[in-house]
């Protein structure tokens, strides 16, 4: 039995280049809605194209309410919805998932690429995980290298692929779009990158092999800010303190706690963040 786990992230989709194009409820997220299914949907299609037996769907993105069930291939499943106690990779610590697959995923904050960011849109500035900047991919790959399991498909702009590179080198990448800036990309027509994504997913079931588990603990996460209210008010968090005047920084013994800690933190700082000054 083959089971792959797909995180499913919006920012880099098909076709996605703004912010209009992934917030819930405007007329483009609606358009860009059948963009990122069809973006996950091949993955899906590729996966068991090369062998799997089961596809899990885990939403990524903002509400995590935004693929169109009715339109992914029959065979997978989907887990929609908020709160889950691993966020963007909930599923992985079941023990069952043989290989992760990034789809839609994009560069981190303080980055170049398309809609680049770390959870928050605009509050952070910058991630680093023991002195590496870390963007979601890193610090997810991080966690599901806990439980053993490999990343072995990445999907976004041609800089997220390049990201990738750093921690998952084995993995097949699919650049949907080129970056241009942060809010404009060159794109590739949504039929020529489903059969792009679908192709490497199948070849990436190969790669879908689960291993030991991977301690590579303790890890030290540096948060960095734009302003320094939020770093006063992410001390908030148990074992976060401050490095400056926007930066705080916490130690985790796994990168299972560190990305909880992470959180906690976006969730403070987000109650933080005033509409008009940040």
């Known amino acids: 039995m083959v089971k792959i786990l797909i995180s499913a992230d919006m920012e880099g989709a098909t076709g996605v280049t703004w912010p209009a194009d992934v917030l819930p409820g405007t007329p483009q997220w609606e358009r860009c809605r059948a963009l990122f299914t069809s973006d996950v949907n091949a993955a899906v299609l590729g996966f068991l194209d090369g062998g ?16 169109l069930l009715e339109q992914l291939d029959e065979r997978a499943l989907l887990l929609t919805g908020r709160h889950k106690s691993l966020s963007m990779v909930e599923g992985v610590q079941h023990g069952d998932v043989d290989g992760i697959a990034f789809v839609g995923y994009h560069t981190g904050a303080g980055s170049e690429g398309v809609l680049a960011h770390t959870y928050l ?3 952070i500035t910058g991630v680093w995980v023991n002195g590496v900047r870390a963007s979601e991919g890193r610090l997810n790959a991080l966690v599901v290298a806990e439980y053993g399991v490999p990343v072995v498909l990445v ?22 779009k080129d970056h241009v800036s942060r809010y404009a990309a060159v794109c590739r027509p949504p039929a020529r990158t489903a059969a ?15 291993g030991e588990p991977e301690r590579a603990g303790p890890h030290e996460v540096v948060v960095e800010f734009d302003a320094e209210h939020l ?25 299972y706690e560190g990305i909880r800690c992470f959180k906690a933190v976006t969730t403070v700082v987000s109650a933080a963040v005033e509409e008009q000054y940040g």
């Open 52 to 67: 799997a037996d089961e596809v899990l769907i885990n939403e990524a993105h903002w509400t995590m309410r935004n693929l």
């Open 121 to 123: 849109a605009n509050s």
């Open 155 to 176: 999907t976004g702009d041609d800089l997220t692929c390049e990201d990738a590179k750093g921690y998952a080198p084995r993995a097949r990448m699919v650049a949907v």
């Open 196 to 210: 792009d994504i679908r192709a490497a997913a199948r070849e990436a079931t190969a790669l879908a092999a689960r």
């Open 231 to 255: 770093a006063g008010a992410a001390t908030v968090v148990p074992g976060v303190e401050r490095r400056g005047e926007r930066r705080v920084a916490y130690t985790s013994p796994t990168m």
